[in-house]
């Protein structure tokens, strides 16, 4: 069986930092795209950034470069999310991602197959 289970999240003061983790279980994910994407509150799930199978080439929304930085670590079947300078716009529940096989990276929700359960990143002002 195939599970993200995705970590980190918190209760943090703005200017803050904050590292997500995602491991998968239950196959190798080297060859699979990953991402990150975030629901706010009553808002649509959004594409927050993005990770390639391939060459570790990324791909972000423009809120959060600079900011955020996403990685992989294929060895331990590990994604990243670091998130530094945190603003209150950044909270949200933050999920992680799997897409198809040998895929580029994509930015919709239908790019991706496997979800985690999501982990809360609340922002205070």
């Known amino acids: 069986q195939v599970q993200l289970v995705d970590t980190g999240g918190g209760l943090v003061q703005a200017g803050d930092s904050l590292r997500l983790s995602c491991v998968a279980r239950?196959?190798?994910?080297?060859?699979?795209?990953m991402a990150w994407f975030r629901q706010a509150p009553g808002k649509e799930r959004d594409f927050v950034a993005a990770?390639?199978?391939?060459?570790?080439?990324?791909d972000y929304v423009d809120s959060v470069k600079g900011r955020f930085t996403i990685s992989r670590d294929n060895a331990e079947n590990m994604v990243y999310l670091q998130m530094n300078s945190l603003k209150p716009e950044d909270t949200a529940v933050y999920y992680c991602?799997?897409?198809?096989?040998?895929?580029?990276?994509?930015?919709?929700?239908?790019?991706?197959?496997?979800w985690g359960q999501g982990t809360q990143v609340t922002v205070s002002s």
């Open positions: 991602a799997a897409g198809h096989p040998l895929s580029p990276l994509g930015r919709e929700q239908y790019d991706y197959d496997y």
């Open positions: 239950g196959r190798t994910f080297s060859s699979y795209p």
């Open positions: 990770v390639s199978w391939s060459d570790g080439s990324t």
